[in-house]
């Protein structure tokens, strides 16, 4: 069992005696590449809607790669962006925003 801060990252402690006291790094280090992944429907809507809330918060020069996938059935895709996040604060936008993006079923 890992402990977290509050915020869903992991210590990687299974004990829970650790304490970041050996200087091992704690979350994330940034900037860093950060994947957002996405289920909506398979249209260019969703896609074109994603891609606008992202670059929002996200520079276009900052996507590091997109992928899309599509279902079995071709009815929906997992659309994924690997950004550039730059610090906590423009990374918790960017998911709060396309968490809140009408057209997306999910993000991850």
Request: glycine letters at 8%; one cysteine or more; charged letters at 20%.
């Amino acid at each position: 069992m890992s402990n977290t801060n509050g915020n869903g990252i992991s210590n990687g402690s299974a004990n829970g005696a650790g304490n970041g006291s050996q200087g091992e790094p704690q979350g994330l280090v940034f900037p860093c590449d950060f994947p957002l992944k996405m289920f909506g429907k398979n249209t260019l809507h969703f896609i074109a809607a994603v891609d606008k809330t992202v670059e929002e918060h996200v520079p276009r020069e900052d996507w590091a790669s997109t992928k899309t996938t599509p279902s079995k059935n071709d009815k929906y895709v997992s659309y994924t962006i690997v950004i550039i996040a730059r610090n906590r604060e423009q990374l918790d936008k960017v998911c709060a925003a396309v968490t809140k993006c009408p057209e997306v079923i999910m993000a991850l």
